[in-house]
């Protein structure tokens, strides 16, 4: 075990978060779409490993409670915060358990979804080894590991940066700087300036860093251990641990956007061989980080899979239709739709939104909305491979199973047990969609009151009291669209 990642955890509380990539509803997709006929993750047994103070492990375990849930994690505290969360939120399908990975024996138990994110990378070699060992024989026989890690060559900068700063902060000059971290990664970049294009990529990259803030950085670019690898480095990994590689946890990312438009055809001579052509979007792209499935060697893994399965899963999307064209939040046209079906999909979906839906209902409404031009012979294979085309330039979202709920505010807002604990505990509001939402002391203030006991207009009254100059009502409407009300 390397000491110092231990001392840091035991010593340091991690900030909590919850990572929508690791949700088996997102991740669950993506393994089917890659050809494993993957068990549903309401009615599975899921561990995380490293699972901290519990925070992406419990809304998971409150969302599916056929499923049960194993948390390990060798902090102390943060696994003792995670039971007693657990218990005031009165769920009793998930286990915590205080140890290193090396001594966790799950006993006959295997698993349908293991989770380690932010470990890979993380810890030690001989850890990392532990890790995929672990996952190779605890793994159901159709199940997944869903396992981050930061990637060469797009992580390189960042380690010069973090070596050159360690490398001031051991020299006298530091003090004309600042003692810390932070401030050296800003004096570096009011010195990288903006003149160049490396420069501009260089500042880019110490605000990016810089923005993680003092209570992330020591656990992440400036953890005890940080050990980047090429994507080709980590498949061969698995592949020597008897773990094969399926795709990235979500679709979307195995042609990321940032790659040039029409770059799937001009890769297209390397279709053949997957891994090569993910070195090669690694390159190009220069990505620093991967969230990727793996499955047992052994798995059953068909190789043609149709686009029809996509008709199979629920859909969202987070953009918003205007007239002909898909508009993102910042407010840029991502598609101006001349087909009639993309137009009658998107208007469908846009109908439906916030909620995840059956791809059968959008059908549905797709159907009465084009009449004629509508039959389901010859129509359908062209919507399956419109679902896939979208979903894979992340204009939609595809999940395992729909996500219903009330998206007006209800009369007297109640944020459930485990968001009222967040509140409580300083800690992210989790979404319907598992996404971390963070608020300032004067929301949280507000937030904590959203028991289900208060009317909006003496919700409404706190607020101004706490935070005047709060638009509590567009507040209020923010997060009933995200499902936060119970
Ligand atoms: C960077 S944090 C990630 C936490 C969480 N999974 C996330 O992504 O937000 C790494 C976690 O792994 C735990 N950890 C590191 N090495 C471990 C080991 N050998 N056995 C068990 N837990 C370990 C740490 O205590 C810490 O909570």
Redesign the pocket.
Known sequence: ?SDA?HQL?QSLA?P??S?PSTDPAVTAVAAKLAGLDIPTPSCANIL?????SGH?LLPLAARWPESRFIG????DA?IEEARTTADLAGLGNVEFHA????DYDPGDDSFDFIIA???YS??PLP?RQTLLDFCAANLSHEGIATISYNTLPGWSLRQSVVELTRLLEQRPAAAEIGPDHERILAFLATAAGTHTPYARYLTDVLHDMFGKGSTVLP??DFGPINEPCTFLEFAAHAGRSGLKYLGESCLQDNFPPSLAPGAEESLQPLASDPLALQQAIDVLTNRTFRSSLLCRADAPVQTRITSATALHFSVRCAHRLEGTRLIDSSGNELVNFEHPFALAFFSALADTSPQSVPMQEILEIMAERLGDQFDPTNSLPVIARMVMDSARQNLIQLRYEPVRFESAVPPRPNLGALRLLAAKNQKPLVDVYHAPCTHDEGRRQIAKAMDGSRSIEELAALSSSVMPNLDFHGWLAHLAARGMFA
């Open positions: 075990m990642v955890y991690y909590s978060m990572h995380e490993i490293g699972c901290a992406n390990i994690d060798f902090s943060a140890c290193d990975l090396r994110h932010g470990f993380w810890v850890m656990f992440d």
